[in-house]
């Protein structure tokens, strides 16, 4: 059976860094686009940032650009989430992600499967 589990959130300060963790099981994690969404208190799911299965790529939200960094080690079957210089409007639960098609694909919300979150809330 197909398992995304997340580890690595919790609550920081702002300008902060933090590394979140997805580790996959039940499919073939080298042939899939892993990526990360978060969702805010009272508001949708958004995409954050996906690695390629394929080719070393890799593609983020506006927000994230320049402070997160995606990595992905197929040999661990796990995606990572690398952030820095955190900010309160960061403050999300985060979702690991794993979509069939290629990264703009799982940036517009075509996912397989998902995680069950992990809880990032950064302070002012």
């Known amino acids: 059976q197909v398992q995304l589990v997340e580890s690595g959130g919790g609550l920081v300060q702002a300008g902060d860094s933090l590394r979140l963790a997805c580790t996959a099981s039940g499919f073939i994690f080298s042939s899939y686009t892993m990526g990360w969404f978060r969702q805010a208190p009272g508001k949708g799911r958004e995409f954050v940032a996906a690695a390629a299965w394929r080719v070393p790529g890799t593609y983020y939200s506006p927000s994230a650009k320049g402070r997160f960094t995606i990595s992905r080690v197929n040999a661990e079957n796990t995606v990572y989430l690398q952030m820095s210089g955190l900010k309160p409007e960061d403050t999300a639960v985060y979702y690991c992600?794993?979509?069939?098609?290629?990264?703009?694909?799982?940036?517009?919300?075509?996912?397989?499967?998902w995680g069950q979150g992990t809880q990032v809330t950064v302070s002012s």
């Open positions: 992600a794993a979509g069939g098609g290629g990264i703009s694909s799982l940036a517009r919300g075509s996912v397989d499967y």
